[in-house]
């Protein structure tokens, strides 16, 4: 029995065809999108991503995807899209938590990038030389700005680093020459070493409570700089911080600063005022170095050491307090100082430098305190105005040099306790007439009053040691004979007659009080026939006042 035939339906060819067709984009898709990254899968405890490696695209505007064969995107490698010239734009997506060191480095034409909250690192150099990338957008994910992340940027203008950033890296703005403005987050507590160095333009810049140091270099040849607002967190303030800063007109160091280093504003030609909080310990060497317009400095009052250099050749500078806490004072501290006219050096000071007042050539008088015990080489050499001096009787040794050509100095008071001059310590000391030692004589170098040839040397009765001659110039016993008589007030000025050894020079000292005297001299007088007037113009300034008279 045949059986009648069933007819079978087919599709259609075309439906077929137009299947494959339909399928063929959605197969395709995925490896154009992914051909122009170079990528490795991880997988770590059981999680698996990608981090893309290389870049091999055309540039322009590109799109980092969030997946690849469906695994996230979580990482741009080390030098991923480094000197991809023709890179100017570029997404981030966020599924991305780590940037890797130089990963866009030298895009030249890249001008823009936001880095996710995702992102928690971005490497070292990761944009450095992205010359015109002209805005970052730091979402507030990173944790930590690292070395030079975007140095040499020149095209950059403005940055604000988010309060999730807690340490800016060396040199991670350096070289940014456009850059005009810097908002800081408030969690920020380091400011790495040449961090912000050669921004040229930065006009301004706050330091957030939060910041505990300032790194080397820090901010060193931003000439631009014309106000730094350092806030009460900072301890530490790093060598050559603000060094050629030379737009910087005034500084105000907190007291929360107890470290302030070397050359830390040397060559802030424009600064003209400066407070050193009372937390300083140590001025470093060189701190205020060539600061030729600083008029006005306040030293705080914990400052033990005033190091080498720290105020040389601050032109302008016509006084100084050094405060009570300050030991020593360091080689060529206030050297060429020209326009300083007055120093108070406190008792606490044991020594002063080599050439610590080197030509300053305005000094006219000066108190060496009863506390120190050395004075360095060339340390008053060229201070032409000062005209009488009395060293006191804890100095044990004068360095070479130490007054010479000192041409205005008439008169020279050595205590008891000197036992050694150096080599010139007098010499070119054209005006100087009597030097009174009250002590031995003392060993002395080569030609300490070479060109100063009207001194005579005096010395009392009863010390030893003494010829008739002393560093090649005559000696003379001082007379014992001398009285203060006719004390008194005349002609509005309080004063007393003086009678000794006829032509002797005597020098009359005044301090105001006597607990912890500190003596000036106020007068040099010749007795002339064995008389002499003193008078005293400033004696209604002072409350009370002590006069004492060195002679024999």
């Known amino acids: 029995m045949c059986r009648p035939s069933i007819p079978i339906k087919r599709r259609p060819r075309w439906l077929i065809s137009l299947s494959w067709i339909l399928l063929l984009p959605l197969l395709t898709f995925p490896a154009v999108g992914q051909a122009q990254f170079n990528y490795t899968i991880n997988t770590n405890s059981g999680t698996t991503n990608v981090t893309i490696t290389g870049y091999t695209g055309s540039g322009g505007s590109v799109i980092i995807p969030g997946t690849i064969t469906g695994w996230p995107v979580a990482g741009i490698g080390d030098s991923a899209f480094s000197s991809s010239g023709s890179l100017t734009n570029v997404t981030i997506p966020d599924s991305v938590t780590s940037i890797g060191s130089f990963a866009f480095s030298s895009c030249s034409n890249l001008t823009g990038v936001t880095i996710p909250s995702s992102v928690r690192s971005m490497g070292s150099f990761a944009f450095s030389s992205c010359t015109s990338l002209t805005n970052i957008t730091i979402l507030g994910g990173v944790a930590g700005l690292e ?64 910041v505990i140091s300032i790194g ?260 003379k016993q001082l007379s014992p004979s001398l009285q203060i008589t006719a004390v008194g007030v005349r002609t509005n000025q309080f004063g007393f007659v003086i009678t000794g050894s006829s032509n002797l020079v005597i020098v009359v000292q005044a301090c105001t009080e006597l607990a912890h005297p500190i003596w000036s001299p106020v007068g040099t007088n010749t007795l002339t026939d064995g008389f002499s007037y003193f008078g005293d113009p400033a004696w209604a300034n002072f409350p009370g006042r002590f006069y004492r008279v060195l002679s024999p």
């Not at 800016?168 to 912000?196: D, E, K, Q, R």
């Not at 008071?413 to 150096?422: D, L, Q």
């Open 147 to 210: 070395n030079g992340v975007v140095q040499n940027c020149t095209s950059l203008a403005s940055v604000t680093i988010p309060n999730s950033v807690t340490n800016i890296g060396p040199s991670a703005f350096s070289g940014c020459t456009n850059l005009t403005g810097v908002t800081m987050g408030h969690y920020v507590s380091t400011i790495g070493s040449f961090a912000f160095s050669g921004c040229t333009r930065l006009t301004g810049v706050t330091i957030p409570n939060s």
């Open 216 to 475: 080397t270099q820090a901010f060193s040849s931003c000439s631009g700089l014309a106000s730094v607002a350092i806030a009460s967190g900072v301890t530490s303030i790093g060598s050559d911080a603000f060094i050629n800063c030379s737009s910087l007109t005034s500084i105000n160091i907190p007291d929360s600063v107890t470290s302030l280093g070397d050359l830390a504003f040397n060559n802030c030609t424009n600064l003209t005022s400066a407070t050193i909080g009372n937390g300083v310990v140590s001025l470093g060497n060189s701190a205020f170095q060539w600061c030729a317009s600083l008029t006005n400095v306040t030293i705080g009052n914990r400052v033990t050491s005033i190091g080498s250099d720290a105020f040389s050749s601050c032109t302008r500078l016509t006084g100084v307090t050094i405060p009570n806490s300050v030991t020593n004072i360091g080689s060529f501290a206030f050297a060429s100082c020209v326009s300083l006219a007055s120093v108070t050096i406190p008792n606490s000071v044991i020594s002063i430098g080599r050439y610590a007042f080197y030509s300053c050539v305005n000094l006219a008088s000066l108190t060496i305190p009863d506390g120190v015990t050395g004075i360095g080489d060339g340390a008053f050499d060229s201070c032409t105005s000062l005209s009488s001096l009395t060293i006191p009787r804890s100095v044990t040794s004068i360095g070479g040099s130490a007054f010479s050509f000192c041409s205005s100095l008439t008169s020279v008071t050595v205590g008891h306790s000197v036992t050694n001059i150096g080599d010139y310590a007098f010499s070119s000391c054209t005006g100087l007439k009597g030097v009174y030692f009250q002590g031995n004589v003392p060993s002395i170098g080569s030609s300490i009053f070479y060109g100063a040839n009207s001194v005579t040397v005096y010395y009392l009765p009863g010390t030893t040691g003494w010829a008739p001659a002393f560093g090649g110039q005559p000696t």
